[in-house]
């Protein structure tokens, strides 16, 4: 039975992990640099630890979820660092999406202390992580995948095993996403046309889901979209991040991804613009401005 939960990264993705697993009766705190964050936790139940190392001295099982690997840097070797603090037999589960090598690199290094780790990225965004039926992809030892399990029964849906090695989970992750920013990208241009066609958007978007142009991504983008409701889910550059690294693995696999590198370059303009810290579904305002509109 796991003792305690520490969640490292109190954003929209890890306050519903914490909320999940503490709503199945696993005690769970969190630590963030984000002290209105830490408060939101605070204001949900949930303990607040000082710093990464007092997560680590005081946690069986932690879930790191921060934006990119510049950040899981810090929470492992900066001040108060995680790797310091972990106890053997303590699991790590890492739950950003990040370069596959890294993802072995995190694993490896907490492996060196004597702790384990998975490579464990997740999806379905903040309303499944709050309601504890998000995906969750993972790679990793046996030994690891059975501490965590009380702790992947309480946050995920369903769960799909690479294999044992770390990093083969980011890169599943990696296909993943490069397939939902195409399916954004794509869903934003076409209703963006159907606009310029002198179409009712909304109309053509419920049409859209009930027909053969249906995706996720479109369902769960576009009427916010639509209703000019940006406020951050996903933030833009962090869908833009997801892209850009499926592309760099292509490359690093021999191969170019045509619809990969149109959409990243797509990304990258929006990004440049006044979206960049909205939510991702600003595709849409993206492409209107585009159009003219």
């Known amino acids: 039975m796991i003792d305690r939960v520490g969640v490292i990264g109190a954003g929209q993705m890890g306050l519903g992990i914490a909320a999940s697993a503490a709503r199945a009766g696993l005690r769970t705190g969190v630590h963030d640099i984000d002290p209105a964050r830490e408060a939101l936790a605070c204001d949900a139940g949930l303990e607040i630890f000082a710093s ?38 303590a699991v790590v589960l890492f739950c950003s999406t990040i370069a596959p090598a890294d993802a072995a690199r995190f694993c490896a290094s907490v492996a060196a202390t004597g702790a384990m780790a998975l490579d464990a ?3 379905g965004g903040p309303a499944r992580a709050l309601a ?23 946050v995920a849906g369903r769960r799909f095993l690479l294999g044992e090695q770390p990093g083969d989970a980011s890169r599943a992750k990696l296909v993943n996403n490069l397939m939902a920013g195409i399916h954004l990208m794509a869903a934003a241009e076409a209703v963006a046309l159907a606009e310029r066609l002198g179409l009712d958007p909304a109309l ?66 929006l990004c440049e613009g006044e979206w960049r810290h909205l939510d991702d579904a600003s595709a849409l305002a993206f492409y209107r401005r585009r159009f003219g509109g």
């Open 204 to 269: 053509i978007t419920e049409l859209v889901g009930a027909s053969s142009g249906q995706s996720w991504m479109a369902d769960d983008r576009l009427p916010r979209a639509l209703a000019g409701d940006l406020e951050p889910r996903a933030q833009s550059h962090v869908l833009a991040k997801d892209v850009r690294l499926a592309n760099e693995a292509a490359r690093d696999a021999g191969v170019e991804l045509p619809l990969g590198c149109v959409a990243g370059a797509l990304f990258e303009r």
């Open 52 to 89: 990464p190392a007092d997560v680590g001295r005081r946690c069986q099982v932690i879930v790191v979820v921060v934006i990119d690997a510049g950040q899981i840097e810090q929470v492992l070797d900066g001040p108060e660092g995680l790797l310091g603090a972990l106890s053997p037999g």
């Open 132 to 154: 504890g039926t998000m995906s969750i992809m993972l790679a990793g030892a046996a030994d690891a995948l059975r501490v965590a399990e009380p702790l992947l029964e309480a």
């Open 121 to 123: 990225p997740i999806s």
